[in-house]
């Protein structure tokens, strides 16, 4: 085997073992939280793995490494993904660097509960935005109640 077939083999090798290791590895902090908030959009909208999958020509194998992190997601890629989903591009980035304004941590999970996604579906069916925001007042003053005895 010549040099060159030799360095061009180690090259494949190498390149391999790197994305192999890099999977292995705990995903960085930015891309679990674009995944989580790819995840977020695609369920709000009522949209299925597969199907979101087979709009973008991936297999839903893959959606699923965008939204556990395992795998980045390129930034033309996020761009249609918003596009599809209808959120503005900065919406998978919300909450990170404690930005103010921004999308609230969900350090407690209550983002990813069935309620919450049930009652965000529920909310964004209103097409009236005055409306939404009436409910969303309606709610968050019961929210500051106290709890009525019975």
């Known amino acids: 085997m010549g040099k060159f077939n030799q360095h061009l083999c180690h090259a494949r090798i190498t390149s391999h073992s790197m994305r192999h290791q890099s999977r292995q590895q705990n995903p960085d902090p930015i891309d679990a939280l674009a995944g989580r908030r790819l995840r977020q959009a695609r369920e709000a909208g009522e949209i299925g793995r597969k199907r979101l999958a087979d709009m973008f020509q ?10 556990t992190g395992t795998d980045r997601i390129s930034a033309s890629r996020l ?3 918003a596009r599809t989903l209808n959120v503005p591009v900065a919406y998978f980035f919300g909450g990170a660097g ?3 304004g921004s999308a609230p941590h969900d350090d407690d999970g209550i983002l990813h509960g069935r309620e919450t996604r049930g009652l965000l579906r529920a909310c ?12 969303l007042e309606l709610v968050r003053a019961m929210a500051a109640e106290p709890p009525t005895r019975k």
């Open 124 to 135: 964004y069916k209103i097409a009236d935005p005055r409306r939404r925001r009436k409910i």
């Open 58 to 67: 991936i297999s839903w194998q893959q959606i699923q490494k965008y939204e």
């Open 98 to 100: 404690g930005q103010s």
């Open 79 to 81: 761009y249609r993904f």
